[in-house]
């Protein structure tokens, strides 16, 4: 092999070798954006789904504290009616306790 054609030879192997590294330069840095933009994409994906579960959580909270207060609500109204019952029961002994008093007081003054 002639001098001119081995030089010739190694220049088109080394204008290979650039464009190999090229190639592969351009598929790395095709790989990289690709993988950002998966990285991205499952970020999004957990903000979702976090949001999701946040709000499925905060309902379920809502419905729990609604449910309480409901119970709360109902056992206050209980006692209020036992109370009522309570007094009313006696309204009848009040009475005639305070004519009794006042009837006393009445007599004493007298």
């Known amino acids: 092999m002639a001098r001119p054609e081995v030089l010739n030879r190694i220049k088109e192997a ?3 070798a650039d464009e190999i590294v090229a190639e592969a330069e351009t598929d790395r ?3 990289i954006t690709e ?25 379920e909270a809502r419905e729990e504290i609604e449910s309480e207060t409901d119970a709360l609500l109902e056992e206050g ?4 009616e036992k ?7 006696r309204e009848e002994e ?4 305070v004519l009794d008093r006042f009837t006393e007081a ?5």
């Open 106 to 110: 009445v007599h004493a003054q007298t």
């Open 94 to 97: 009040v009475v005639e306790d």
């Open 35 to 59: 993988a950002r933009r998966e990285a991205e994409e499952i970020r999004e994906t957990a903000r979702e789904e976090a949001a999701e579960l946040k709000e499925k959580r905060l309902a």
């Open 14 to 16: 080394e204008e290979e």
């Open 83 to 89: 109370l009522h019952n309570r007094a009313a029961d």
């Open 77 to 80: 109204e209980a006692e209020r």
């Open 29 to 31: 840095d095709n790989r």
